[in-house]
């Protein structure tokens, strides 16, 4: 029995890197074909290619979801990428015409808008999050280290492994639940600190403890004033996930 679901999950997981590779093949073909009928020698762009693929593939998901080709996808991150990396050699409706006309690919003008926009939209809220998420790792240590810190733990008699851990499994967890939009032209120090003011309310809540974090200790860290971090983390909470909802009906 064991030994035949082994062997399903083999093949199962076979099939779909098979798959991959034909995708794969697909849209590099595809799009070596374009830029020779670009008039462009494909080997001097085989960089962006690699990186249009590895683009492509993460975001493979919007086929299923926006009922668009695989075509369609390859030409949508070709163009996201070359807006990027800030060349403006090629004119959007140029590449579709070609696709289309010489390329026989069914491609449509407003789908690519459609998956341009997502892909961006993706993007920009992974970049964010990262930086965030830079931040936060960089903070902790020097947080955890802090002497007021120690001495708040001690006296609770909390290791200080089960703290850390908790402390950044819960904050991590809040960035992971923010929405993009709330990250937009906001100080990403500031939302940082938020996260990290919140995550330990939230472990002192699972824990019974007393919080070990103060704002005071954020602002020597990261610069953010502590009143802007008083003033601001109940807010903060209310458009965070359910993981901080609770922590929002203890401070009402």
Known sequence: MIGEVSS??????????SVRRLHLFRMKTFLVDLLI?????????YPLIRETLACALNFNFLRRRLN??????????????LRKRGINKFNIMKLIALSRKK?????????????SSYIRH????????????SIVLSTLPKLL???????????????????????????LGIIDGID???????????IASLCIYVADKIVAQKLRIKPLLSAKMLEMSLGVSQFTILRRYKNFIKSC????????????
Do not use: C
């Open 8 to 17: 399903r999950y083999d093949l199962s997981a076979l099939k779909r890197a």
């Open 37 to 45: 009928d670009l008039g462009e020698n494909p080997s001097a762009w």
């Open 68 to 81: 668009i080709t695989l075509y369609e996808l390859a030409l949508a991150t070709f163009w996201f990428i």
């Open 103 to 115: 390329l026989r690919k069914r491609i449509l003008y407003k789908r690519i808008l459609n998956i």
């Open 122 to 133: 993706f993007s920009n809220e992974y970049d964010a999050k990262e930086e965030l998420r």
């Open 145 to 171: 280290n802090n002497l007021r810190t120690i001495h708040r733990r001690k006296s609770q008699q909390l290791p200080l492994e089960q703290y850390s851990e908790q402390l950044k499994k819960e904050v």
């Open 180 to 190: 993009s939009v709330d990250l937009s032209g906001k100080s990403r120090k500031v």
């Open 241 to 252: 996930h359910t993981r901080g909802k609770s922590v929002m009906n203890n401070e009402a």
